[in-house]
């Protein structure tokens, strides 16, 4: 396999940091010509230093002054329109997309317009603007690889498989920290109980979701788009162990399902070499001596945010926009203190109630209706 340059936005996150592990098992495989993060300076100071990359961008303008000074070798990007000159400077093979919310986007579509394959991490593109990205990516002929465990497992069982066979798509849940606590009890957990995910290690924000099922909620919209789905298709599954990591149920009853331990180093992977796949040091599952596997209906009753997911999908217009904004802006409330995790789904359905209906159709619309939803959600009194 020819190597493969790689420009990483999103470096110091979870993702981030499991990609450059991933990197640096095959150097022969893969560069990493470039790196962003969002604000994090000296986590990214640290990793330019580790990988000697002198293609550096902040997507938090202000921290890239920082950067400069620290590095003035090297070629530094500041903010989302830095991030996309910076897809055009480091001419990657394969941009990997694992930059928190919003301010992802304008990068992730510059590289599918300049007809770049994208490894898409984080969920804020397909949701918000899911048409416009998946046409842009038709329109130039790229590919967007999932990284995600759950969408990582569909786009594998599907492979050689015709999409207009599929009958249903079986997303799995573990769940999250307080699958089996009280709904009574959920409105005085912490925020550093939230973070404690009983299967995953991942960033503060997808952590929350998880706690919350906003995640799943978002990635029914992930498969909406990517694989030609409807919403009433695709079934949520709780299933605690995280072993199945999804399934396809297909026209004549079969299913298929992609099965392997939690680690996202799998997927990870499997994104930077599709379509070829290469062997990786991680324990193997043994299913002979792992636990039983179960399943179970997710609790739309007490973990609200998965409703309210599939109500703005099948809304459509400008209503995932707002999902998606008002729940970055809860989660940020919820971690620092100011609202309870009660409130999280609460302040998102109030946004959702107070949007107008006007639906964007440009990326600055886009924009500035994540920007409404976020300062809505954020400027709210308790009721």
Aim: a negative charge; glycine letters at 8%; proline letters at 6%.
């Amino acid at each position: 396999m020819p190597e493969k340059r790689i420009l990483l936005l999103g470096s110091t996150g979870s993702i981030g940091r499991q990609t450059l592990d991933v990197i640096s098992r095959a150097p022969e495989l893969f560069d990493g010509v470039g790196l962003a993060a969002g604000s994090n300076v000296e986590a990214l100071g640290e990793q330019a230093l580790a990988t000697q990359c002198r293609c550096l961008g902040m997507g938090f303008a202000p921290a890239a002054e920082r950067l400069r000074e620290e590095f003035p070798d090297a070629e530094v990007f500041a903010g989302a329109e830095g991030l996309v000159e910076m897809v055009e400077a480091c001419r990657p093979d394969l941009v990997v997309g694992a930059i928190s919310g919003f301010s992802g986007l304008p990068s992730i579509l510059a590289a599918l317009e300049a007809g770049i394959n994208v490894a898409l991490a984080n969920k804020e593109p397909l949701v918000a603007a899911g048409e416009l990205v998946t046409r842009t990516a038709d329109a130039s002929g790229a590919e967007i690889i999932p990284i995600d465990s759950e969408l990582s497992a569909i786009f594998q069982c599907l492979k050689g498989e015709s999409r207009a066979d599929i009958k249903r798509i079986m997303l799995t849940a573990s769940g999250g920290p307080f699958a089996q606590l009280p709904a009574e009890e959920l409105a005085s957990v912490t925020p550093e109980q939230a973070l404690a995910h009983p299967t995953w290690r991942m960033g503060r924000k997808v952590t929350i979701d998880s706690a919350t099922l906003a995640n799943k909620g978002f990635e029914i919209f992930e498969m909406r788009w990517l694989f030609g789905v409807s919403f009433s298709q695709v079934q949520v599954v709780v299933h605690h162990q995280s072993i199945i990591h999804s399934l396809v149920e297909f026209c004549d009853t079969s299913i298929l399902a992609q099965i392997g331990r939690p680690d996202m180093r799998v997927p990870i992977q499997y994104a930077l070499t599709h379509p070829q796949r290469i062997p990786i040091s991680i324990e193997a599952l043994d299913l002979v001596e792992g636990r039983p596997l179960t399943f179970a209906e997710p609790d739309v009753e007490k973990f609200p945010c998965l409703r309210l997911a599939r109500e703005a999908g099948e809304a459509g217009g400008g209503y995932p926009v707002v999902l998606t904004g008002a729940d970055e802006a809860a989660v940020e409330l919820f971690l620092n203190g100011s609202i309870r995790f009660v409130d999280i789904p609460a302040r998102i359905e109030r946004a959702l109630d107070a949007y107008d209906g006007t639906a964007p159709n440009r990326l600055d619309e886009i924009r500035n209706l994540n920007d409404w939803a976020y300062e809505y959600v954020t400027e709210l009194d308790d009721e």
